[in-house]
């Protein structure tokens, strides 16, 4: 039992057939940084010198490769690790099969956010960077001890240029609430 606890949340439950999409890693292919997916023989390299994998037991490149080789859509989009990879291409450098690892990461985080899967956290952080053009909001706390400890102010965000630059990204336009059926 305290085995199962340890496994990420994908490999949890057994793989059903109805949560298999076959055609996803065709799909996946045609998009620009996925071209190579099905070139991962699932050697490990790209996990064994993550610098993220070295820290925790749950990221996994080659598992969610393989989990979109076997068509994983939705267990896939839906993972938390999936917002682990730090983008340092370390993966994508030393895959022996020229597999552009963190490319194909980022595709599946593109669909994620298409999908609307995507972690609390980035949400509060991406809602910070329309709001007040910083990734974090700046606690008063800290504006009034820079104050007092004589520094100068921090320079004003610039929200309406970020705004500006993110308008038709579907992760910060406002979702349409499709309206419920009335029951007869």
Same mark, same amino acid.
């Given at each position: 039992m305290a085995e199962q606890a340890a496994k990420p949340s994908s490999q949890k439950e057994p793989i059903k057939a109805s #949560?298999?999409?076959? =055609?996803?890693?065709? #799909?996946?292919q045609k998009l620009h940084g996925a071209e190579g997916l099905m070139r991962c023989f699932q050697c490990g390299t790209c996990t064994s010198d993550c610098p993220v994998a070295r820290f925790t037991d749950n990221y996994r490149p080659r598992t969610?490769?393989?989990m979109a080789q076997l068509g994983l859509k939705d267990r896939v989009l839906k993972s938390d690790t999936l917002w682990l990879c730090s983008a340092c291409?370390?993966?994508?450098?030393?895959?022996? +099969?020229?597999? $552009?690892?963190?490319?194909v990461i980022r595709?599946?985080?593109? *669909?994620?956010? $298409?999908?609307?899967?995507?972690?609390?956290?980035?949400?509060? +952080?991406? *809602?910070?960077?329309? #709001?007040?053009?910083?990734?974090?909001?700046?606690?008063?706390?800290?504006? %009034? %001890?820079? $104050?007092? +400890?004589? /520094?100068?102010?921090?320079?004003k965000g610039n929200p309406e240029s970020v705004r500006k630059v /993110? =308008?038709?990204? =579907?992760?910060? $336009?406002? %979702? +349409?609430?499709?309206?419920?059926? #009335? *029951?007869?």
């Open positions: #949560e298999l999409d076959p =055609k996803w890693k065709y #799909e996946l969610l490769i393989h291409f370390t993966c994508t450098d030393r895959c022996p +099969q020229d597999v $552009e690892v963190a490319s595709v599946f985080r593109n *669909q994620a956010a $298409e999908s609307g899967c995507v972690p609390q956290v980035f949400r509060d +952080q991406a *809602q910070s960077l329309i #709001e007040t053009g910083y990734a974090f909001k700046i606690p008063e706390l800290r504006l %009034k %001890k820079r $104050e007092s +400890q004589g /520094l100068p102010p921090l320079p /993110l =308008k038709g990204v =579907k992760f910060f $336009e406002p %979702k +349409q609430e499709p309206i419920p059926n #009335e *029951q007869q």
